[in-house]
């Protein structure tokens, strides 16, 4: 009985320690196949739409290619090529298929490819660590110039582009070489503030735009981009809402109120003029986005920003359609089919926009007043008489020839002294509402303005979606 007891028990175990060897068998070749989950087959332009830190999260699962760290050898061939103006894309491929090979990875040319174009982003990164920086040093010793300097220089050269970024530089040596660069400069920033070219354009570049060519970041309130500039990604805002006009209708006073407002911040100037004069100067949009860096910096520090809205007060931007001629769509056109709010609209279909009105006799004598000391004149209401009977002479002129529309954005049919074509409110107005929708668009009386202003911020807050 006790033999046929140990038998008994000696069988139990075996059957135990053979089933749990085929468990273990069957474990360990089906894991892969049960809970293996490979990165999703994309093309390199479904990918390269997920931000950076998408990107990392999405590789991470891959543990095929969890653990790329390039030799120094790998390295120091990969400065050598970028050395000699190789392409970036194609000096990260050589080292890829070098790296697969010595790996043992005998991948499909298909596979091999996609996966080179997944993991791009992240090999030229492990490439430019700082871990590397001894590397770079060693192969300084052989040229007379800064190694660093100039990889990170021709891959700048070589990523510039726009949209999103298809290999990052950030967090990088070279944006560590960036960064004390820009700490080296602070001394001339005054020098370089203005950095637009001031050459004459015959056009401007954002009329030849669309809200289609940036994609906004949909979690922000304010219309803010993100751009691939020389391999860095790099936030650009545009606007909220804009106080296109009138001047001399309170429209300084009610920005700078709207600035003391929690989820408002100003641009660095109140009036950039970009849209209906600096354009014409060598302003591009990108120079015009650097009036609201404030919101960038705020959102690159990580900081809450997604209530946070900024404007522009440019407020002749309202009547200034000065070139309409050479618009596209008027060439050759006695009255002006698209003006500047046509041009705008297709940017910022979104925008929020304030007009100020105050009496227009009111407004042409204080836009006197304010004007003499700038185009060098002296008051006297004899003076501003005469300016204003020239002006009327000058309209009905115009106007026995032309119609009233044509008219009134004829710059030429005016001076400083009497700006009478500014107050010719229905015509604008009409042009920006015939784009516009009206819940996009608030009409302020400055008579109003000036005798309550608490309810009229009142007004502005609720139409911004401001909270009060």
């Known amino acids: ?55 990392h999260e999405l590789y991470q699962k891959d543990d095929m290619f969890n653990n790329i760290f390039f030799s120094a050898e790998d390295v120091t061939d990969f400065i050598l090529l970028i050395l000699k103006n190789e392409n970036v894309m194609v000096t990260l491929q050589t080292l890829w298929e070098k790296y697969s090979r010595d790996k043992g990875k005998l991948l499909n040319d298909q596979i091999k490819n996609e996966k080179f174009e997944n993991k791009a982003n992240i090999m030229l990164r492990d490439i430019l660590n700082k871990k590397n920086k001894n590397v770079f040093l060693d192969v300084n010793e052989k040229y007379e110039f800064s190694v660093l300097n100039r990889t990170c220089h021709n891959i700048e050269r070589d990523l510039q582009g726009r949209g999103q970024c298809i290999v990052s530089l950030e967090d990088t040596l070279c944006s560590e070489r960036k960064l004390s660069d820009r700490t080296k400069g602070k001394k001339q920033k005054n020098r370089s503030q203005q950095k637009w070219t001031g050459q004459k354009e015959k056009l401007c570049d954002y009329m030849h735009m669309n809200s289609s060519t940036f994609v906004y970041l949909p979690h922000l309130k304010n219309p803010c981009y993100e751009e691939c500039e020389r391999g860095y990604n790099t936030i650009r805002c545009l606007p909220y809402f804009m106080i296109i006009g009138m001047p001399k209708s309170g429209t300084t006073s009610l920005y700078y109120h709207l600035a003391q407002h929690k989820e408002v911040l100003p641009g660095k100037k109140k009036e950039p003029m970009y849209f209906n004069r600096n354009c014409y100067r060598g302003m591009h949009l990108n120079d015009y986005t650097m009036n609201f860096d404030e919101m960038k910096t705020r959102l690159t520090a990580g900081k809450q920003v997604s209530s ?7 407020a002749d931007v309202a009547f200034d359609s000065w070139d309409w001629k050479n618009f596209p769509g008027n060439e050759g056109l006695k009255e002006p089919k698209y003006v500047l709010p046509f041009f705008i609209h297709k940017l910022l279909p979104g925008l929020k926009i304030i007009i100020m009105l105050r009496d227009p006799v009111e407004r042409l004598y204080s ?8 185009a060098h004149y002296l008051l006297s209401l004899e003076d501003f008489h005469q300016a204003v009977h020239r ?78």
């Open 391 to 468: 002006a009327v002479r000058k309209q009905e002129l115009c106007q026995a020839q032309f119609s009233v529309r044509t008219c009134a954005y004829n710059s030429s049919l005016e001076n400083y002294k009497a700006r009478l074509r500014v107050g010719m409110y229905y015509v604008f107005l009409m042009d920006w509402l015939n784009i516009y929708p009206q819940n996009q668009i608030l009409v302020i009386d400055f008579d109003e303005y000036t005798k309550d202003k608490r309810k009229i911020l009142n007004e502005v807050a609720e139409f911004l979606e401001l909270s009060k």
């Open 308 to 314: 946070l809205i900024t404007g522009d007060g440019s």
């Open 367 to 374: 836009d006197y007043l304010f004007e003499a000391p700038i």
């Open 1 to 55: 009985m006790k033999l046929n007891w140990k038998f008994k028990f000696c069988c139990l175990i075996a059957v135990v320690l053979v089933t749990s060897i085929l468990y273990e068998l069957w474990f360990v070749g089906g894991k892969k196949k049960l809970f293996y989950k490979p990165v999703s087959r994309q093309s390199s332009k479904d990918i390269f739409s997920f931000s950076l830190s998408q990107q």
